[in-house]
């Protein structure tokens, strides 16, 4: 079975700063007409297919089987932190995790913690939870908020154009936008539940019970344990040891052969199996990958039927939605977000 693995990159090629840039204000560019002052931030348009097709197709529903790939470039800024730090624990190793800079991990050497990534590992979670909801405690966020780019892959599911939306992100962010559970493939789990760890009980609790006691300034831990076995509950997000979801596997098989559009977004696609994901669709079918970086894997090539707009996901998706015809909708979608009382 798969596991989640992050291939391992050069110290020099750490990706820790990439979610400091997320605190600097982005400067707007125009994807489209290439005014943008930062020649770097131009999408490419490859003699096969250009993003015109790409949203021609869309408006004329030659595509009706989108599917979505997200990783952490869509999410939250508290989530990227999330996101990045346990791929910083992993590639950098020991000297990052005792650095002032990451100071919140400097916070976990009174746990112990036998190893880093131990905070990630099942196996070490039902023996000691406490690192982990200390994490916790401090980073998740009191309040959530889906983005522009979540509620413009609403819209495709709106218009019954979305076959999936296949997402790393554990912050449920797809949900609070609307886009239904069955449209999801929550590949790496997500915060949206918990269970007990007790397999006699398996007790399920809400995002909403957890959090209560996650964030209780007034508890000597955080830890959340179960009301009925006293067992400890962990969130449903794969851990290391963990295989993915058992829907991951049910799906990705028949989904990618019925593919008519792949969009990228929010990813370079480091992790596997996720990243592997994109060989599935046929050859012909047309791939568009938003991110602000280029993907570091040869997933993703210059061929004839693959689009690289280098941007953060949500100005590319405006500008998408303006080209599309759909910005008035778009903006509505958003502004209509009561996201802060969904979850
Ligand atoms: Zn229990």
Redesign the pocket.
């Known amino acids: 079975m798969f596991k989640i693995i992050v291939e391992k990159s050069p110290k020099s090629q750490i990706i820790m700063p990439r979610f400091l840039a997320n605190f600097i204000p982005s400067k707007f560019f125009n994807l489209f007409s290439g005014s943008s002052s930062d020649n770097d931030n131009v999408h490419e348009n490859v003699d096969g297919i250009s993003i015109e097709n790409i949203v021609n197709g869309i408006k004329n529903r030659k595509y009706d089987h989108i599917i979505f790939m997200c990783g952490a470039g869509i999410s939250t800024c508290m989530f990227k932190i999330v996101f990045y730090l346990i791929q910083l624990i992993i590639t950098a190793g020991i000297p990052d995790f005792r650095s002032p800079k990451t100071g919140l991990f400097h916070q976990l050497e009174k746990y112990n913690l036998p190893y880093p990534e131990a905070v990630f590992d099942v196996q070490f979670f039902s023996s000691n939870p406490k690192p982990f909801y200390h994490l916790a405690k401090n980073l998740l966020p009191d309040k959530f908020k889906a983005t522009p780019c979540h509620y413009f892959m609403r819209l495709i599911h709106d218009k019954n154009q979305m076959l999936r939306l296949y997402t790393q992100n554990i912050d449920s962010l797809e949900r609070i936008a609307g886009i239904p559970a069955d449209k999801l493939v929550e590949a790496h789990g997500s915060f949206h539940t918990g269970h ?1 760890i ?1 397999k006699e ?1 398996r ?1 399920e609790y809400s995002f909403e019970s957890m959090k209560k006691i996650v964030l209780d300034n007034d508890r000597e831990d955080n830890v959340v344990y ?1 009301e ?2 006293g ?1 400890y509950v962990k969130p449903d997000i794969i851990f290391y040891g963990e295989v993915l979801p058992e829907r991951f596997y049910r799906l990705y098989q028949r989904d990618f052969i019925n593919c008519d559009l792949l969009i990228i977004m929010g990813t370079s696609l480091t992790v596997q199996p996720f990243a592997s994901l994109v060989e599935l669709v046929g050859p012909h079918i047309p791939r568009l990958m938003i991110n602000k970086t280029r993907p570091s894997s040869g997933h993703f090539s210059r061929n004839n039927r693959d689009v690289f707009i280098k941007s953060e996901t949500d100005s590319a998706c405006l500008e998408l939605a303006e080209k599309l015809g759909w910005r008035d909708e778009l903006e509505k979608l958003i502004n209509s977000d009561d996201s802060d009382n969904k979850t």
């Open positions: 007990c007790n009980c007790k179960c009925d076995c067992s």
